[in-house]
């Protein structure tokens, strides 16, 4: 059974910058799937960015919306980053990380092809 945990979340100020980190752990292989996501009260969850490690190697992909103010990287098995430069309070929300078994193809943007969540980090960029 997949576990994830989310860190790094919390308070900055328009313009800043931050680095979530998302751990696994739990997988059955180095091949794998994980991504982020963003929720704002009152709309859908929306993703963000996403790195898969398969047996084709490591690649990213991203929300269009985001893939100019995001960027995701995995500085070790099994975790992956967000890092959020130029913040702005439109960006405030809980992010959370999802992880799958994947063993090849390219990781994907949807919820629905996640299984494994974390709880959730509050991000919060003020004015």
């Known amino acids: 059974q997949l576990q994830v945990v989310e860190s790094g979340g919390g308070l900055v100020q328009s313009g800043g910058f931050l680095t979530l980190s998302c751990t696994v752990s739990?997988?059955?292989?180095?091949?794998?799937?994980i991504a982020w996501f963003r929720q704002v009260p009152g709309k859908k969850r929306e993703g963000v960015g996403c790195?898969?490690?398969?047996?084709?190697?490591?690649?990213t992909n991203y929300n269009g919306a985001w893939e100019d103010r995001a960027a995701v990287s995995s500085p070790i098995l099994n975790m992956v980053n967000l890092q959020l430069p130029g913040l702005t309070p439109e960006d405030t929300g809980i992010y959370y990380c999802a992880a799958q078994e994947l063993l090849s193809g390219r990781c994907v943007v949807f919820p629905q092809d996640y299984t494994a969540w974390g709880q959730g980090i509050q991000v919060t960029v003020s004015s």
């Open positions: 739990g997988l059955s292989s180095d091949y794998f799937a």
């Open positions: 790195y898969s490690n398969t047996r084709s190697g490591g690649s």
